[in-house]
């Protein structure tokens, strides 16, 4: 199914601005979700679910990365970093306050979280920022941020968002883009205040397992809610987008593993290419 063009070229729901990875400077957003169908991808529970499920968390991931790495700010003793690092935090509070306007349309749309996301937010706020030191809490944000990017990209290099609902397609193509824009930003900057591999490693893997659990406990919770968990088309839908027609999980683990080796770098330059193709198609 095909929806109808819901944004214009003088109203786009994102500012077409190049990428400048040196200054990371967030978009201007207008993004008006009205009329969202609950299935707004091609009618496919699971990757709709996907999508939707990582909306759900978004916010409390986000507005974690913000305050952790406002907290480790003064650390930075070079300018060519501290720059791009101020866009990248202004990135991700955007981000995070574009996906909890979309989670009350999920609300609207009659899902039930709200306990799941204070769950969420008691992890973040009560647990890891009193827990863990504030190098810990960066080389768990360049976990997360690893990937963010990896998902980015295989979401831009797939098209899988190309029969999407124009609104949502807009949304998942911003955020992707600024991913890509602002990888490796991260992780650069843990290794300017604390370059010590075990520390990276242990925020890595700590990292990939929040990102994956956060995913697979919203698309659970949110297609129980469709009453789609035992339906066979589901079941087709999943198996296409995690094995055979978009490989989500080999693709993501050929890119999660040289993140571990001990002389990774992020190879962000690559990935430009995909993100760039976004502006010449909106
Ligand atoms: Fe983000
Ligand atoms: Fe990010």
Not at 38 to 45: E, I
Not at 70 to 98: D, M, V, W, Y
Request: hydrophobic letters at 45%; proline letters at 5%.
């Amino acid at each position: 199914m095909r929806f109808a063009d819901a944004t214009t070229a003088d109203f786009p729901s994102f500012e077409n601005k190049p990428l400048n990875p040196n200054l990371c400077e967030p978009r201007k957003v207008n993004f008006q979700f009205d009329n969202i169908p609950k299935l707004w991808l091609n009618n496919n529970s699971a990757l709709t679910h996907f999508f939707n499920a990582m909306n759900l968390f978004l916010p409390a991931f986000e507005g974690f990365m913000v305050r952790a790495m406002k907290n480790q700010l003064p650390c930075i003793k070079n300018t060519e970093l501290e720059l791009p690092i101020r866009g990248f935090i202004k990135q991700e509070a955007t981000h995070g306050q574009t996906h909890q306007k979309y989670n009350k349309i999920l609300e609207d749309q009659s899902y039930k979280f709200k306990t799941a996301l204070k769950i969420a937010d008691f992890l973040f706020i009560e647990v890891l920022e009193k827990y863990l030191s504030p190098k810990m809490c960066l080389a768990l944000i360049a976990g997360f941020e690893n990937m963010t990017t990896i998902m980015s990209y295989i979401v831009l290099k797939s098209n899988m968002l190309v029969t999407a609902h124009p609104t949502m397609r807009s949304l998942w193509q911003w955020h992707s883009v600024e991913e890509i824009e602002h990888s490796g930003l991260a992780f650069k900057f843990l290794i300017h205040v604390d370059n010590r591999y075990w520390m990276r490693v242990l925020g890595g893997l700590l990292g990939t397992v929040m990102v994956v659990g956060g995913i697979i406990i919203g698309m659970v919770l949110l297609i129980i809610q469709d009453q789609s968990l035992t339906s066979k088309k589901t079941f087709n839908d999943l198996i296409k987008f995690l094995f055979t027609e978009y490989k989500f999980i080999p693709l993501t683990l050929k890119n999660l593993i040289p993140y571990f080796q001990v002389n990774f770098s992020p190879q962000s330059e690559n990935l430009y290419q995909y993100a760039e193709k976004v502006f010449l198609n909106i």
